[in-house]
């Protein structure tokens, strides 16, 4: 007779291990999101060229519209403004460009669960190929392995906690998918945090403000950097310093930012490697 065990469905092991993983960053919901068309960094090399060259192009108009204030010829004011015009043309087309692309500030908030999901998954996955974890069907039989491996005709459904058998591999060919509960969580306390339990920043008896805790915050960061770490994005920094500081927003960050970040950090294209 077959002994039943509490057990873990297969979606339920992949929220464990982004818990593991993650700690509060997991919020429950990564498996909605589907891989973005570009990754944060793909689409600041998209846009990089064509800020830079609205910029370059900006700066011609400019000359330009000085030029057309400095001389009283006709026709060389009619030259001018057909090149005005032809300048602001492909400036117009450039900004169409860019809101072509999707918008930096958005972009994170639907790329970040997805990565993180996608992690927690492959972690599971890699677990029972190496047979660290066994899947059962929930009457202790084994399940097919090559349904973890490359091959096609079988299919797993983590959102579902089953798997789906080769049309040749005999009945039945869908079965529920589960991982004993015990061996499970004996397993889950092996795994390493990515990202570990944030120690908040302490408001001393003084009281400091965000503003000075901030300050605080990227003045840590240039230390990091002046040690050889590498130097974060600012949209990286800005969700680091929100889970740090208490009552930190998005738009006090970008306040501080502009106030205490030194220049090359603010510069087009920062940041910058070092040479």
Known sequence: MAIFRKSCALFQAVDL???QLYADRWTLSEYKFSKPKLSPDELEQQRRPLLQTIEKLERKKTEIEIAT????????????????????AEIRGLHVQLGQLPDPAVLPQFYEPYCRYEQAKSVLLDAIRTRQLRVHNGRGGDINPLVWQDDRRFRCYLELSIVVN???????RV?????????????????????????KITIEEQNPSIDELVAKFIERKRNEEKNGAPHPPKWVMRKEAIT????????GFDQCWTRYAPTSWRAPGAPKKKS
Do not use: H
Not at 71 to 86: C, P, S, V, W
Not at 166 to 172: E, F, H, I, N, V
């Open 17 to 19: 291990i982004g818990i």
């Open 244 to 251: 740090e500081i208490p009552k930190l927003t998005g738009r």
């Open 175 to 199: 079965q529920p998918a589960f991982i004993d509960e015990v061996e499970f969580n004996l397993w889950l306390k092996t795994l390493i945090p990515i990202v570990p339990l944030p120690q």
């Open 166 to 172: 080769s049309k040749t591999a005999g009945p039945p």
């Open 69 to 88: 204030s400095k001389t009283l010829d006709t026709e060389k004011n009619r030259e001018l403004g057909r090149a005005k015009d032809e300048l602001e």
